[in-house]
């Protein structure tokens, strides 16, 4: 099999740098993607938070996946699924480069292209990288995985959780299992911040009080066959932990949210040099390896909080593989660049904001820190956004709070168990509950399509919940 | 009735099961776990040992060169892995080395071929990762390293292949002598009738003794941990790396796995809990702190895992391997700690050499002595770290279920030690909810039923509502 361009994994990063390339007139383009379907990782974030930057519309991970398999579909890019790429030999001025291809249906076999472009994503960091010592019962999973079991499959991994480590996946997940019925007893993160967006926080902890142990750490494991509890201790300035603060939690699940690793092997295998900050390939300022014709993008890279800038990175990487190609001219290596991970805010807890009337707007990444006056008059005095949202979120929360909800439905007949839904507008937050039970006693027969309404005014809110993915 | 019944699946009842299947005997293996091979026979660290640790004179030292002799025929017959990367013993001071000198006179005297003591410059050639302050080392080039799971699984299968029949989930929990037989009653009620019974109860050995015979026995566990490391760093050294024995055994050692990992380990600490597998803060860091003495690095940030076994130690100083004088037709295989897993093949041999004294039978005319382990597939990567296939995972599900003579669920670990799903860097956290599917699917059950390692280690909680 031949392409010009091969592109390494199709999720966001992937797709994008597809689109991107087509657009500058190359067509004969090949995705790899090992799994069933498109999207990456975003298939299984059913919740909100995307595309505010690429679609200027918060849409939740499935709806922003959706968008580009739509531009992919359109433009007849094609792909393979179920396709793994184990192993890239480089070009070596006579032969193209070579990628060896695992399928399900016709085995292995080997793709020759004239640019690759590495999009593989990253995967979390495993238990024993954080070396916990303790037994090794069922019931300990990294938070990606059983927010796969849960929004793809519909399997609840247990009822009584507790979260080890405070990145982004791990918030969104106490907030899933939350949502689901689970009891949620505390996220427990070592350091004495967290890793995760400040929005993250405030609407996934604070609005389900769900307590966030700061210097904290987990020091034992309890159970044999099934976890039994853990031992959760508060830790000193070198992050050794105080026995004396020992604290033993019963629960049956816990979740690990330490970090995600860039997914390089191939990379390796391919000669490529990987940053040791970063886990990501070295590149040059067009987004291209130490080895030329290689093409590095989204969180194969480094690690990204926002699907956007995936995907405006993975198009200007599109881009230049896209040049390369047409001109036949391969780029002088300019100098190595490190990626850059944005800046990030880092989480106050909720007792430090200075005054009573301050509140985080939870409206887009950036978490503005908005000050509420009220006047003698009653009207309100709003400072500290940075945007008119910050203005209308912090209104609406003194006045009438409200929340977007996104959840699972379940499905007969389909391909899963469930499909993603959300709600088309904020509901009163009081109303969440109320909501998530008749999404809980709904069931739907396949097919079901993104956007078919499935719930009419939802527990009375006037507000309709409709599917975000198709199933 | 069965002519024998064997106690215990780990891998000294598997070698024996084997063995004994090349007569025209009817035998049974009873495995109260959900497979077998999940005792010490799956924690430990994969030493194939050249045979100089064991005292002159002793079974043990005996059995020990025996089974490393016969390890790289049994693994080409068996088709489990096994690499002969040869093993040091470091001596870090010029006080040490009459010890080593000890060990080597030691190892000449159990007839162990090869052993000379090299000087630092030679150390420093063969292993370059090796300390500065190593100063001699002595050099087994019949070390070897093999895969603990497969040994196991291969000496089952093959044993199954040959008409022995296994039954798991059966702990059995009373045993009776009649005149002409033994009764045995398995805790979920069933019973069977044996002959002779062969106890490889493992650390649980001296409670199935106790069933039948007065005569006193004890073992207690001995806890070891280990942690084991990336691919990345798997050829940080190419020997197997000990340091001189103390009196609580070998040691910790380093050493390459035969798929290219990097293991440490094991701690020698005693316990009480037979059920003790757990790792501890202090275990691990002795651990490191222990194998640091031995090389330049420890690669701490490529760990993937650790784990704990335990070993059988009996106070005798050697294996108890004998038919017990209280109680004719009983054979005690006990107290089998290091180099249990070495010795696996010999103490087969052995054992079946008891059994033709007390119960004489002709060979079985049908024995076949080879066996194929499962090959690479050609088809979907299910497991993306060790790049496992899943033609190969639904070979492991359905030899697991041909296994066994009763019904049973296959865990997801009874798939991770046959052909390596979870095994990798993510340990798992990307493979578990497709190995589960895929277990559903052959087994045709709900994905909610599967477990982590058996009954009670069930993954999920059901379909979300
Ligand atoms: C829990 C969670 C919450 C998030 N929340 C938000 C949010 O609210 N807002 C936001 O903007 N962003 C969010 N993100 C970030 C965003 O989803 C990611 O940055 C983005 O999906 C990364 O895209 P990618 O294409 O680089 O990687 P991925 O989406 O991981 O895609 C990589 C693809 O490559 C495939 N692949 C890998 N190796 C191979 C191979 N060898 N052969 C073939 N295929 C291969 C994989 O199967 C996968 O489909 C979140 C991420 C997570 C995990
Ligand atoms: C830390 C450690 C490191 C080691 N390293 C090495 C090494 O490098 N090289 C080497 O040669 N040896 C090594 N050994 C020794 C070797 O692992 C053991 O000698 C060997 O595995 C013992 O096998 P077994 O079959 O006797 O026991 P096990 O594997 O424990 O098997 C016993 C079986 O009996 C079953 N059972 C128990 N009670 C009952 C019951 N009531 N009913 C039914 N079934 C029952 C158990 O479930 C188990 O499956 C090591 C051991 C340890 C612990």
Known sequence: ?471 | MYDVIIIGGGVIGLSIARELASKQLKIAVLEKNSDIGEGASKANSGIVHAGFDASFGTLKARLNLRGSTLMPKLAKELDFEYLNNGAMVLCFSENEKPKLEELLARGLKNGVTGLEILSQAEVNKKEPSINENVKYALYAPSGAIVCPFNLAIAMAENARANGVEFFREKKVIIIKKNNTCYFILADDGTSFEAKVIVNCAGIFADEIHRLVSSIPLTLAPRKGEYLLFDKTVGNTVKHTLFQLPTEYGKGVLITPTVHGNLLIGPTALDIEDKAGVDTTGDGLETVLKKAAESIKEIPRREIITSFAGLRANSGQGDFIIAEVSDSPGFIDVAGIDSPGLTSAPAIGEYVKALIADILPALDNPHFVSKREGIKPGNNEVICRCETITKAEILAAIQRTNELFKNPGQISLDSIKRRVRPGMGRCQAGFCTPRVAELIAGELGINETDITKSGRGSEILMGLIS
């Open chain 1, 1 to 471: 099999m031949k392409a010009e361009l091969a592109i390494v994994g199709g999720g966001p990063a992937g797709m994008a740098s597809a689109v991107a390339a087509y657009e500058k007139g190359i067509k004969n383009i090949l995705i790899i993607e090992r799994d069933k379907k498109l999207g990456g990782i975003l298939n299984q974030c059913i919740h909100h938070g995307f595309g505010l930057h690429a679609f200027k519309e918060e849409l939740t991970g499935p709806e922003y996946a959706l968008r580009y398999i739509e531009m992919i579909t359109e433009r007849e890019i094609p792909y393979l699924l179920k396709a793994m790429v184990l192993k890239i030999t480089p070009a070596d001025g006579k032969t193209p480069h070579l990628l060896e291809v695992m399928t399900d249906d016709q085995g292995l076999f080997a793709i020759e292209a004239k640019a690759v472009i590495l999009a593989m994503g990253c995967r979390e960091r495993p238990r024993g990288a954080l070396n916990i010592p303790g037994y090794r019962p069922s019931g300990i999973y990294p938070a990606g995985m059983a927010q796969y079991f849960v929004n793809i499959k519909g399997y609840l991994p247990g009822q009584k959780v507790v979260i080890l480590g405070s990145g982004d996946i791990g918030l969104i997940m106490a907030r899933r299992m939350k949502l689901q019925g689970a009891d949620v007893k505390m996220v427990v993160e070592i350091l004495p911040y967290s890793g995760g967006l400040v929005r993250n926080i405030v609407q996934c902890l604070d609005d389900f009080e769900i307590p966030l142990k700061l210097s904290h750490t987990i020091i034992g494991i309890d159970g044999i066959n099934r976890l039994k509890g853990v031992t959760v201790a508060q830790v000193d300035e070198n992050l050794k932990p105080l026995l004396k603060t020992a604290e033993y939690i019963p629960c049956d699940t816990l979740l690990l949210s330490c970090g995600l690793i860039p997914e390089n092997e191939l990379s390796l295998s391919a000669g490529i040099s990987i940053d040791e900050k970063t886990g990501g390939p070295v590149v040059n300022q067009r987004l291209e390896t130490a080895v030329r014709g290689i093409f590095a993008c989204g969180n194969v890279l480094h690690v990204h909080d926002l699907a956007d800038n995936v995907s405006i990175e993975a198009a200007a990487a599109g881009e230049a593989a896209a040049d390369d190609i047409i001109t036949g001219v391969i780029s002088d290596w300019g100098e190595a660049k490190r990626p850059k991970a944005a800046p990030k805010t880092r989480y106050t807890p909720r007792a430090n904001l200075s005054l009573a009337n301050q509140l985080v707007c939870i409206g887009c990444p950036a978490s503005c820190v908005v000050t509420v006056e009220k006047e003698k008059d009653d009207s309100l005095t709003i400072t500290g956004n940075a945007c008119p949202v910050g203005e209308e979120y912090a209104r609406k929360e003194v006045t009438a709070p409200a929340r977007n909800i996104t959840s699972l439905i379940r499905v007969i007949g389909g391909e899963n168990n469930v499909v993603s839904v959300k709600t088309t507008d904020g509901i009163p937050k009081d109303k969440i509950f109320a909501c998530l039970s008749e999404i809980g006693l709904t069931a739907v027969s396949a097919p079901v399509k993104a956007g078919d309404v499935l719930i009419e005014n939802v527990a009375g809110t006037e507000v309709n919940i409709i599917a975000t993915a198709n199933c």
